[in-house]
């Protein structure tokens, strides 16, 4: 059974920084598509970034020029580096992943979920 774990939320300031991880368990097809999602209570959720296989990379306006996904393809594990982190970034951060060779946040259907990581940005 393919399952994921996010770490790496947490509570920082303004204009701080936090990296994600996303590790996935008893993954054995190809291709690889990984995304984050975020959700705040009362809202839908919302795709921030995705990457395939390759390592191309896909972001959401409001992700770009802040936000960047890495893999370790030996630790079955994507990044998200996010920097100068504001308020509104304020959510529960989810990892999703499938077997999609097009590799988009945009899909809204994924196989597998984690069970998110809260993300919260306040001075």
């Known amino acids: 059974q393919v399952w994921l774990v996010e770490s790496g939320g947490g509570s920082v300031e303004p204009g701080g920084s936090l990296i994600l991880s996303c590790k996935y368990f008893?993954?054995?097809?190809?291709?690889?598509?990984m995304a984050w999602f975020r959700q705040v209570p009362g809202k839908e959720r919302e795709g921030v970034a995705s990457m395939d296989t390759d390592g191309n990379a896909l972001y959401a306006d409001s992700a770009k020029g802040r936000f960047t996904l890495s893999k370790d393809n030996a630790a079955n594990t994507l990044y998200l580096q996010m920097n100068d982190l504001k308020p509104e970034d304020t959510a529960m951060y989810y990892c999703s992943l499938d077997s999609w060779r097009h590799c988009t946040y945009s899909r809204p259907n994924w196989s597998y979920w984690g069970r998110g990581t809260q993300v919260t940005i306040s001075s």
């Open positions: 008893d993954w054995t097809q190809r291709p690889t598509c």
